[in-house]
């Protein structure tokens, strides 16, 4: 059975950036807590996937206090929260944002009394309805565990279990016909499933296993309506959109940005919609670990940010997220390794990246300092030696000044046949190389891997990755030279 799940509230005592509240109107909800004196509540609201403050009332000896703004609030799920932030109480607020709430610290949900608010009426009768059925239901369910060997107690508890689910099916579909636009109906909706018909046949008579999972992407989104950002403030919105994007679609960079073009323009035609669609696709591909997904990051800074269509963010924050992304857009996989010059190797030679002549390259930037490089300079050198006579090369780039540090390291890890490059001063003592801009490297080890026309295929690898990537690939070059010749 379909509920409304009660979340722990994650405090958050600072109001969300993005999120903006309604004009006009002003709200004042009524709190009496018996228990409470002397102390102070919160109102806060779902916004994606956390909760956020909105405003704070002192609780006076009697236990009463009062919410209250000039400015109405935009429809949701707010939470009343306890001085403990322990305990708390969901409440509707909508087109009704004058209204009571009373109850006691004991049990606040049990004794709980609203007056003045129909929306919440509905809310709680709809809750008390669902606890009710749940009482009836689930010594049926623990029963048919036990009596699965008896076929006809197991039929009679089947449609007992059937008859209340199809009772809450109708309490919500009745309630759904006549309250269309309430909130509660759009929250019913929201915890609906697609209901996917039976698999269709091919034409070789054969069942089509794929049916089943297109049907269900592609009426994924039925009963969310991004029009309605009310949505946004409640538990549900949030889920249903990070579950599409980590269940529903291919893993690849490019499959992702087509869905999240796509997912935009659902929601573009709601400003509150759109504002957190974009931010929350663009902050979640901008913090993630998996290779590649910088490049969906950067599609989504250069769509929807270089071209003023996210209108929240001040022109200091444009020119923060427009420049980080530009960082990163020169090595994308796919995107050719930027020339690496002005360096001098250990045997004081200039050997620029693209003089180099192999199959394939493994760019290194580490430290002496680095405690991971003690670790992994070691580890990665013996990937290196397995692959050094099948046309691989080293090119490790030292990012400290002090050559004595530098050497001494080589030395110790036995990396002489590296091409071991070092950042000393060219010129007037003042001019370095630009490989720290240009290849982002803020920590190390970083580690690239170039094909042979220096095209970056991987990066940020572990000596296992490497290892698995350089197999793999001259695995692959060895099947198409051995691949017959077409006459």
Not at 96 to 111: E, G, L, R, W
Not at 210 to 227: L, S
Not at 373 to 388: D, F, G, R
Not at 397 to 422: C, G, H, P, Q, Y
């Amino acid at each position: 059975m379909n509920n409304i799940k009660r979340y722990t509230l994650s405090f958050f005592l600072l109001i969300f950036a993005l999120t903006s509240f309604a004009k006009g109107g002003g709200y004042s909800i009524k709190l009496k807590v018996n228990g409470l004196k002397d102390t102070v509540c919160y109102l806060a609201y779902y916004y994606g996937d956390k909760q956020y403050l909105k405003d704070t009332a002192k609780v006076d000896s009697k236990g009463e206090c009062t919410f209250k703004g000039a400015e109405a609030l935009p429809g949701g799920i707010y939470l009343i929260v306890f001085p403990d932030k322990k305990k708390l109480i969901e409440v509707i607020v909508d087109k009704n944002q004058t209204f009571s709430v009373q109850t006691d610290t004991i049990d606040p949900v049990k004794h709980l009394v609203i007056k003045g608010s129909d929306e919440n009426k509905q809310f709680y009768d709809y809750q008390n309805f669902i606890q009710k059925k749940r009482e009836e239901i689930d010594p049926l369910i623990s029963l048919q565990a036990k009596v699965k060997n008896n076929k006809d107690s197991s039929e009679l508890l089947k449609k007992q279990i059937s008859k209340i689910n199809e009772e809450v099916k109708n309490y919500k579909s009745d309630f759904q016909t006549k309250n269309p636009d309430a909130l509660l109906t759009k929250i019913f909706k929201m915890t609906e499933e697609v209901d996917v018909p039976t698999s269709p046949k091919l034409p070789d008579g054969k069942i089509d296993s794929t049916f089943a999972y297109r049907y269900y992407k592609a009426h994924y989104f039925d009963n969310i309506d991004f029009t309605d950002d009310r949505e946004l403030r409640t538990p549900l919105f949030h889920p249903k959109l990070s579950s599409y994007l980590k269940n529903m679609i291919h893993p690849s960079p490019d499959s992702i940005i087509k869905e999240c073009d796509m997912l935009v323009e659902k929601a573009r035609p709601n400003k509150e919609t759109f504002k957190y669609v974009v931010w929350y696709l663009t902050s979640e591909y901008s913090q993630s670990k998996i290779m590649g997904y910088d490049a969906i990051y950067v599609h989504m800074v250069e769509k929807y940010y270089m071209t003023n269509q996210a209108y929240w963010v001040t022109p200091s924050q444009l020119e923060a997220i427009t420049k980080e992304a530009m960082k990163q857009k020169p090595i994308l996989i796919g995107q050719k390794a930027p020339e690496i010059n002005y360096l001098t190797s250990v045997n004081d030679k200039s050997i620029p990246l693209s003089s180099l002549k192999a199959k394939y390259v493994i760019l290194i930037f580490w430290s002496p300092d680095c405690g991971h490089c003690k670790t992994e300079i070691p580890l990665l050198y013996k990937v290196y030696e397995k692959y050094k006579d099948k046309g691989v090369l080293a090119y490790s780039v030292s990012t400290v000044r002090d050559t004595a540090k530098t050497l001494n390291f080589i030395r110790e890890n036995k990396t002489f046949d590296w091409i071991n490059m070092l950042d000393l001063p060219l010129n007037d003592g003042n001019f370095y190389s630009n490989f720290r801009s240009d290849y982002s490297v803020d920590a190390t080890p970083a580690v690239f891997l170039l094909d042979e026309n220096k095209k970056i295929i991987a990066k940020k690898l572990s000596p296992d990755q490497i290892d698995s990537f350089l197999e793999r690939f001259l695995v692959d070059d060895k099947d198409k030279k051995d691949e017959p010749k077409k006459d």
